[in-house]
Structure formats: C-alpha cells, structure tokens
C-alpha cells in the first residue's frame, strides 16, 4: 500500500517516539534506571547526557511538528 508524503512522515515520527518511550521503559523495567550514555562536551560547555532512546524520541517529536506545520509539502492541494 501507497502512503501519502505527509502519512508516512507522520508514521516514522510516531514510530520513533514510540519505540524511544519503549527503550526507555525496557530500560526502567529491567535495570531500575534509564541508562545515559551519551555525554557531550564542545569547548567548556557541557550538554545533557542522553540515549539513543531520547534521541529518537527528540527525533519524532521533530518530525512530527514539521509535518503538522506542512512544511516539505510542494504539490499544492486540490479540492
């Protein structure tokens, strides 16, 4: 089946919040605590440290607001 740009945009944000959220809850679950292990420094600043998780879960959300705000859409709509 055909998914319309917007769907499958919509789609693959959706699935990568929801496949972060459950990384996160595995990890919650099975060791007691989500695992960060990401630590990023540039310079003196130090940034938050995160997982692939929360990575997708940011990733998502990204892409879920660029889809709700139609950006990307070039056909023009026809009634």
């Known amino acids: 089946a055909q998914l319309a740009h917007h ?3 919509a789609r693959v944000g959706l ?3 929801l496949g ?7 990890d919650r ?8 292990f990401v630590d ?3 310079r003196d600043y130090h940034f938050w440290a995160f997982n692939v998780a ?3 879960i940011t990733i998502g959300v990204a892409i879920m607001i660029l889809d709700m705000l139609g950006l ?8």
């Open 40 to 42: 990023v420094f540039w």
């Open 72 to 79: 990307g859409s070039h056909a023009s709509k026809t009634v």
């Open 15 to 17: 699935s990568l919040i």
């Open 7 to 9: 769907q499958l945009a």
């Open 20 to 26: 972060g959220a459950a990384g996160n809850l595995m």
């Open 29 to 36: 679950v099975l060791i007691g605590a989500v695992v960060d």
């Open 54 to 56: 929360d990575s997708a």
